[in-house]
Every structure is written in C-alpha cells, then in structure tokens.
C-alpha cells in the first residue's frame, strides 16, 4: 500500500496533502491492527516506508 502511493505521489496523480497523508496513516495502523503488527512497529515501518 505504501509503496503505491509514494508511486503515486512521484508520478504526480496524486498530491498527497496532510490530510491524505493523516488517512494513509490511519489505513496503515487499522491494517496493521488486523494483522496484529504492534502500533509502534507499525507507526516505525510507515514512518519508514513512505516517500509523501
């Protein structure tokens, strides 16, 4: 998902604002959640992985 949409954002489709950015994050966490990913594990990779 955060690899999409960092494709996204540098192929300019998209232009990822701060409140996008906010709902891409919680998207990330609520997945995360489902897959039992520790919040802080979670907030460490998407922190990690998104380029917007």
């Known amino acids: 998902m955060i690899l999409r949409l960092n494709d996204l954002d ?3 489709v998209l232009f990822m ?3 996008r950015r906010d709902d891409a994050g919680d998207v990330f966490a609520d997945l995360a959640q489902m897959a039992r990913v520790p919040s802080d ?3 460490r ?3 990690q992985w998104r380029e917007f």
């Open 10 to 12: 540098d192929a300019e």
């Open 41 to 43: 594990v979670a907030d």
């Open 17 to 19: 604002d701060t409140i």
């Open 45 to 47: 990779w998407f922190d």
